[in-house]
């Protein structure tokens, strides 16, 4: 159980296109999902939090305008990178904490590696 | 200062030793706290979560120390296997700490 699935897991885009992201919880409902991205030899770095049917909270330094988040169900959330760079080159990664209560623990899918060229 | 604060590494270690990690937080407030396990390229996966009274898990031992505001996990005789990057996971924000790297040497 507890499996989270990323889609696409890999893309290559040109600048100034956009790119979306889907994270499933694919045998779990997920209350809350996270965004997170890597670069190479780092720890994950926290984008956003969503929560189903409400805003996604932003951490501090990453632009909502640009990095889109839906979450519209709750087994379903989307990052949207809209007008890519190359600095956006990254891996992203989702992830999902299950509904139950009392259980903080979270599930990640298996990432996004996004080449902006 | 940071969330979360592990000291990256790498520990080098034969097969068989015992190893320790250990993780600062800053936060007195928090009350998750995770061990995940990284391996190259791939997402984080849950190794074992960190109790109050500290938990076992065959050759993995975590525990908390809430006054010295740390985590610890405690791997003993290490595989091979065991070669990955462990990351501390603090509050449900789930701020993570660098990673510490270890690598099983036959």
């Known amino acids: 159980g507890a499996v989270v699935s990323q889609h696409p897991s890999r893309v290559i885009c040109k600048s100034g296109t956009s790119v979306k992201i889907e994270c499933r919880s694919l045998?779990?409902?997920?209350?809350?999902m996270f965004w997170y991205r890597q670069f190479p030899k780092q720890s994950l770095m926290l984008m956003a939090t969503?929560?189903?049917?409400?805003?996604?909270?932003?951490e501090q330094g990453v632009e909502k305008d640009k990095f889109l988040i839906n979450h519209a169900s709750l087994t379903l959330s989307t990052l949207t990178v809209t007008s890519a760079h190359p600095e956006d080159s990254s891996f992203y990664i989702c992830?999902?904490?299950?509904?139950?209560?009392?259980?903080?623990?979270?599930?990640f899918g298996p990432g996004t590696r996004l080449t902006v060229t | 200062r940071k969330e979360v604060e592990q000291d990256p590494g790498p520990f080098n270690v034969p097969e068989g030793a015992t190893v320790a990690f250990n993780c600062t937080y800053s936060n007195s407030a928090s009350q998750s706290f995770f061990w995940y396990r990284q391996d190259c390229r791939k997402e984080p996966k849950l190794l074992m979560s960190v109790y109050s009274s500290g938990n076992e898990d065959g050759r993995f031992t975590a525990q908390l120390n809430r006054a010295s505001q740390y985590i610890s996990l405690l791997i003993r005789d290490s595989k091979l296997s065991d070669s990955a990057t462990y990351l501390c996971v603090v509050n449900a924000q789930f701020y993570f700490g660098t990673g510490t790297s270890l690598t099983v040497i036959p």
């Open positions: 969503s929560n189903e049917g409400s805003k996604a909270t932003y």
């Open positions: 045998d779990f409902q997920a209350t809350t």
């Open positions: 992830s999902a904490r299950p509904w139950d209560i009392g259980r903080y623990e979270q599930y």
